[in-house]
């Protein structure tokens, strides 16, 4: 299967800083990635949609001003939280769009990354 | 985003015993995924279905793509401790996929 890698795979940071997530596709070109927010025990909550080369589509109140993302290639796409808070903890997941065949497409997920804000 | 039903939402079992679970959507889908999540890792892809009626197992993974197209079933066969995590389903109808809420698996040794 592909393989999506993630870094960092988890950090601390303080309040009002800014945290930087890459997302890359190691074997394919994925002109779609997709950037997930997740609770402990809870489905995942899709943030955005990031597009090579074009702006991301962000989910109905998901502040686009605080979730930066950039998808600058066809392997690598980020998400900056920027001026982090205590309530942005949460374990961000990254996927790829994979296609298979014809219009028949599969989506592969990275390893995660656990943001803590103190 | 849309979600799917997906049940049960947990299960005990005893190792050893078979496991099913569903997904239902109100939309025509015409790819199914199934992934198995770990605590504090990624979803990995278990098996992916593209055709009404496909049936494609894994190891001891069987999943199936609902002839209707708006259901997908998971079954795993004699349940070891290891299969213990959350399993979604996802579906794609057009361009972006859509998940369930997840089944938590716990396996009793």
Redesign the interface.
Known sequence: ?AV?S?HPSWVICKSGTSVKIECRSLDFQAT?MFWYRQFP????M?MA?SNEGSKATY?QGVEKDKFLINHASLTLSTLTVTSAHPEDSS?Y?C?ARYR?FG??????????T?LTVT | GQQLNQSPQSMFIQEGEDVSMNCTSSSIFNTWLWYKQDPGEGPVLLIALYKAGELTSNGRLTAQFGITRKDSFLNISASIPSDVGIYFCAGQPGNQFYFGTGTSLTVIP
């Open positions: 299967g999506v993630q779609t025990k809870q489905s995942l899709l949609t989910e374990f997941i996927s298979r219009t028949y497409y599969e989506q592969y997920f990275g390893p995660g656990r």
